[in-house]
């Protein structure tokens, strides 16, 4: 269509989506086109007609829309689109039953019909309790319940070594290790092992950088998951064609179309031709790393088995025997550890084990604190939403005492009013539940966009059946409490006493009495949400005060893959890195530039222990152990680091000269505390290698992350096929891209760049999930305090309307303003007092959960609670101080007058 | 699934009976059916296409509508548009429907004290 269509339309064919896609595919087009025809005709009318037509036009939707939907999920066709059911309805005793409630619930929308504002008002703040709760279920829901997507979930686990005295790490296992824990123990009926690679597919369109995993043959067969097209590998692969590759779901869709025939296909993996023999589960992802995008098998080779038991870099997932349960496994593992120790004394630090772990605990354990947190939040932040609205239903339903003592007099069934009460609750709930529902995906879809880079699980969230059915709950508890708890207060009424006194508005004392208690608390909540999202500020500037050590600013990276084909061996790779070294320091913009082969943030890692010539670590303590990276001549400038004491390598630092190493200030101060390092010696068991400089800590995981030690060596003296490339400008880093990519091309057009990345998103990005915690707290903290302001003003509104009358003698008797202004605040003050002390205890109570979650602050941090106190008696002050004005100015003849 | 015994459907939701006399005659596509519909019952029916394509995905599923090419002498033939005819089982749901409307009439009485009504017959 060549004619732009009108806002109107537009949105009308996004809302169609409410229809199911059968309706929706086949009629979609027309009903665009009708709406369009009828938008035109309204508007030439005039503006009301518009506006007519697009209420109508909305209505269609929710009601039509909405019965189809319904039809479609639930297989529940209301047969009302052709023949009306009533007749059925009306025989039976059920039937009258729910024709009653069905009265009730329109009585409940006229009522609400008749007073908008106080609808909409209610219907919003419970749609904010509901859509905060939606949206943060469907992301526990995905991450926390969702059952992992392999046979028997509960039964897989993975094995690490466990090293306590180096703060309690979790390393990966050996090969050799791996061979001795598949035969020995009996608790597993099958175990893999696998190991992180990138591979670099060149040969159709543009190389690509391919994130992928070499699997072990039993990988598949241990997750219990078939291919959904082709086969997976299995124990054949050794000694036979390892040449295969199986694709992940998106990887296949992504490159190839969805395309059956890929099967069968060669692709080119770092230069060396792999078969395609099949496609995993869209829903199959890798088990340790999610976004492996295909696996190669893993063929162990006898020299790898033959490594020692600390030559850690394989993960291993296994399953447990049917009737093992975990405890088993774990004690069967410790046992084998000990024997292992005592068989090879020379291998193990003293308190070296193994630990068994579930798979599926292991992949929460990182969100679950985080999660949970704002699980609590959310649900504190509907708790005082609900209070909001049962208070605004208390003081409507104050004022229709009188009207109930009438009709209980008139001899209606207390039974009667109750149900028509709970049907205003379950209105208000359920138009809760859709405004939250809409909130919930705007939500969802607004954290997908924010940190979907840094929280790559969130794509898996979805609002998904589990997901609305607990909207419904959530939305139908809700109703009941909104619509009971002034029930209470109503019921109570007593017949004769309200018609004879011609009870007033606002004259309830025990509906105020329950108002006040829900004041008190929704400003305890509020305390609460607001000193957790105080206390994670204050952890998030005081890390980002933190200095990584290095200067982030103006620094790109890139990582390059050299194919074992084109550089089979290192004089290759390091003269490749010598030519490219040139070739970037000339790129336009470029101020200084290196590699490294593991940089600060990126996500990987590369330890090892090593010794340190003259120290003897003493029997109960670890060999020295840290972080190994081979850089090159330039690095030490290009990212940043200072340099303290000797030199950095040089390009006169290579394969005939003598090995060289630099350390850092921490390595330095731990094991010669009061000696110069330059000179020192350390050895990874291949001969001596001299320290010959010391330059500042890089940060590594983390801003938050215990430091370790830290080697340097170059790669002139330890080539490496991989290396980060690291460039610095004065600039804006982005610039560079452009002339790097030039660079790399005029050495190998067919390498590409991957993981392209300022090194200063790098750092944001680790700090990605804290920040979203931080920002999703300080939503809810600030929806829970403006819910709880207005809670403290409607209270404080009924009073002095309550007490109009004594003030006006007051003021009538010689009171001054100020007195008035007093009392009346002082009412209000005593009130904020109960609820910020409760709120104070309770959260001190409830701040330990958080500590988790903290960085440089206690969990009772006394000026967050300070601040926080300041903050709400503020608040509580201003929503006081209205009605209090009011008070002051009420006239004494007219309240008077009014009795 | 049709329930062949068209007397089980009744009676018939009023908007359905009124887009089905609509396509008695000739066969039509949705816009047109909801004007027809509308000028026939003077306002009184309103077909919004919400309401109108829900009821005739049901009635296509019932076996009571069904999709035909569009009529030979159609004067401005959109290709987007898709005609609908009524089927042998829709004429006789809608005849069904009618002769219970005329019976509700005789049986109340009020069919004679209908101004201008005369013999329909």
Known sequence: ??????????????????????????????????????????????????????????????????????????????????????????????????????????????????????????????????????????????????????????????????????????????????????????????????????????????????????????????????PTLGRAYGREVVGGDARVVVLGYGFWSRRFGGDPGVLGRTLALDGEPYTVIGVMPRTFRDVFDRQVQLWVPLVLTEEQYSRGYTNEWLSLVARLA????????????????????????????????????????????????????????????????????????????????????????????????????????????????????????????????????SVP???????????????????????????????????????????????????????????????????????????????????????????????????????????????????????????????????????????????????????????????????????????????????????????????????????????????????????????????????????????????GHAAHEGLDADPRVQVYGTYRQFPRAGMFVLARTSGDPSALVAGLRAAVAGLDSNLPLARVSTMERLIADSMGERKLSLVLLAVFAAVALALAATGVYGVMAQVVGQRTRELGVRIAMGADRGAVLGLVMRQGMSLVAVGIGLGLVGSLALSRVLKSQLFGVTPTDPTTYILVVAVLSASAVLATLVPALRATHVDPVEALRQE | MTDAEPSRHLPLNPRVFAILTVLLDVPSHGYRIKQEVEERSGGAVTLDPGSLYRSIAKLLDDGILEEVPAPADEADVDARRRYYGITPFGRALVAAEASRLHALLDRSGLRTALPGEESAG
């Open chain 1, 1 to 226: 269509m060549s004619v732009e269509e009108p806002l109107v339309v537009r949105l009308y064919r996004r809302a169609l989506r409410i229809f199911p896609r059968r309706i929706r595919c086949v009629h979609g087009d027309e009903m665009a086109a009708m709406v369009h025809a009828g938008w035109v005709d309204a508007r030439r009318r005039g503006r009301t007609a518009g506006f007519r037509f697009a209420l109508r036009t909305l209505k269609d939707l929710a009601v039509n829309g909405g019965a189809a939907r319904l039809a479609a999920t639930f297989g529940l066709e209301p047969t009302e689109a052709t023949t009306p059911h009533l007749r059925q309805m009306r025989g039976s005793r059920g039937g009258r039953g729910m024709e009653k409630m069905m009265r009730d619930v329109r009585h409940a929308l006229r009522g609400f019909a008749r007073r908008p504002a106080f609808a909409a008002i209610a219907v919003l703040t419970l749609g904010l309790g509901i859509g905060g709760n939606t949206a943060i279920f469907s992301v526990v829901s995905a991450l926390l319940l969702r059952p992992l997507p392999y046979a028997d979930p509960s039964a897989l686990v993975t094995l690490n070594h466990y090293y306590p005295s180096l703060n309690g790490m979790e390393a990966s296992v050996s090969a050799r290790g791996f061979r001795d824990y598949r035969s020995g123990p009996r608790s597993f009926t099958s175990m893999a092992v696998e190991t992180g690679r990138a591979l670099n597919l060149t040969g159709e369109g543009e190389p690509e950088r391919i994130a992928a995993a070499a699997a072990s043959p039993a990988y598949f067969e241990t997750l219990g998951i078939a």
């Open chain 1, 322 to 453: 049917p009737g093992t349960d975990i405890g088993a496994a774990r004690t069967e593992m410790a046992d084998f550890a000990e024997r292992l120790k005592q068989d090879n004394p020379d291998w193990f630090a003293p308190d070296w084990s193994i630990h068994v772990t579930g798979l599926e605990q292991r992949a929460t354990a990182d969100v679950r604190p985080a999660l949970l947190v704002l699980l609590g939040a959310v649900v504190l932040v509907l708790l005082i939403a609900c209070a909001n609205v049962a208070n605004l239903l208390l003081t409507r339903a104050s004022g229709q005492r009188r009207q109930v003592a009438v009709r209980l007099a008139m001899g209606a069934s207390r039974a009667d009013i109750l149900r028509r009460l709970l049907a205003e609750g379950l209105v208000l709930g359920l138009s809760g539940a859709v405004v939250g529902l809409a909130l919930g995906y705007g939500g969802v879809t607004g954290l997908q966009s924010l940190a979907s880079r």
């Open chain 1, 457 to 695: 699980a969130l794509a898996d969230v979805s609002l998904d059946r589990s997901v609305l059915l607990f909207t419904l709950l959530v939305s139908l508890g809700t109703g009941v409490f909104v619509g009971l708890m002034p029930a209470l207060g109503t019921l109570r009424t007593d017949v004769s006493g309200a018609l004879r006194e011609g009870v007033r508005a606002g004259d309830d004392r025990s509906g105020l009495r329950l108002r006040r208690t829900f004041v008190v608390s929704q400003l305890a909540l509020s305390l609460a949400l607001l000193a957790g999202a105080g206390l994670l500020l204050k952890s998030m500037a005081r890390l980002q005060a933190v200095s990584p050590g290095f200067d982030a600013r103006g620094l790109m990276t890139f990582y390059l893959a050299l194919p074992s084909n084109d550089y089979p061996d290192e004089t290759a790779q390091r003269g490749f890195f010598d030519q490219l070294l040139p070739l970037v320091r000339d790129v336009p913009g470029v101020t200084s530039a290196g590699f490294e082969s593991v940089l600060p943030f990126a996500g990987g890692w590369s330890t090892s222990s090593f010794t340190v010539v003259g120290f003897e670590p003493g029997s109960e303590e670890p060999n020295a152990w840290g972080d190994i990276r081979i850089v090159g001549p330039g690095f030490q400038e290009a990212l940043g680091l200072p340099l303290l004491e000797g030199r950095f390598f040089t390009e006169a630092d290579g394969p005939e000269t003598p090995l060289v190493a630099v350390v850092d200030e921490e390595l330095a101060r731990r094991y010669w505390p009061d000696e110069d390092a330059v000179g020192k010696r350390i050895s990874f068991g291949d001969g001596p290698i001299e320290v010959i400089g010391v330059v």
